[in-house]
Nanobody, 123 residues
Framework: QVQLVESGGGLVQAGGSLKLFCTTS????????MAWFRQAPGKEREFEAA????????YYADSVKGRFTISRDNAKNTVYLQMNSLKPEDTALYFC????????????????WGQGTQVTVSS
C-alpha cells in the first residue's frame, strides 16, 4: 500500500508561481510512475504531468507545457510540480497519483491517489 500526501497549494495571483509537493510512504517509491492531475469544480479530473521511474522522462498536457515542471527525488520519496505563469484557469484541486506501469492520461489507470491540494489563481 502506498500513501500519497500533497502539499504546497494556496492562493496566488495570475502570473505567479507555486510548487506542489507529494510525499509517499514506504520504500518502493522508485518503482512507481508518478503523475499530477487536477480537477476543477464541475469538471472531470485531467492529466497534467507525469514522470518515469528514474526521472529522466517527463510528459505534459498541452495546457501546461512550458509553464509546469514535474520532478522527483527518489531518496526523499517525493515528487514535485513547479508551476509558473499561473492563470485563473489553472484553479483546481491538484492530485498526485502513482502507478506501476508506464504513464497514462487516464485517471482510472492509476493505483494510488492523494487527497489533493487546492490551487486558486486570482485574476
Amino acid at each position: 500500500q502506498v500513501q500519497l500526501v500533497e502539499s504546497g497549494g494556496g492562493l496566488v495571483q495570475a502570473g505567479g508561481s507555486l510548487k506542489l509537493f507529494c510525499t509517499t510512504s514506504g520504500r518502493t517509491f522508485s518503482r512507481y510512475t508518478m503523475a499530477w492531475f487536477r480537477q476543477a469544480p464541475g469538471k472531470e479530473r485531467e492529466f497534467e504531468a507525469a514522470i518515469n521511474l528514474s526521472g529522466v522522462s517527463t510528459y505534459y498536457a498541452d495546457s501546461v507545457k512550458g509553464r509546469f515542471t514535474i520532478s522527483r527525488d527518489n531518496a526523499k520519496n517525493t515528487v514535485y510540480l513547479q508551476m509558473n505563469s499561473l492563470k485563473p484557469e489553472d484553479t483546481a484541486l491538484y492530485f498526485c497519483a502513482a502507478r506501476v506501469l508506464a504513464y497514462s492520461l487516464r485517471p482510472g489507470d492509476y493505483d494510488y491517489w492523494g487527497q489533493g491540494t487546492q490551487v486558486t489563481v486570482s485574476s
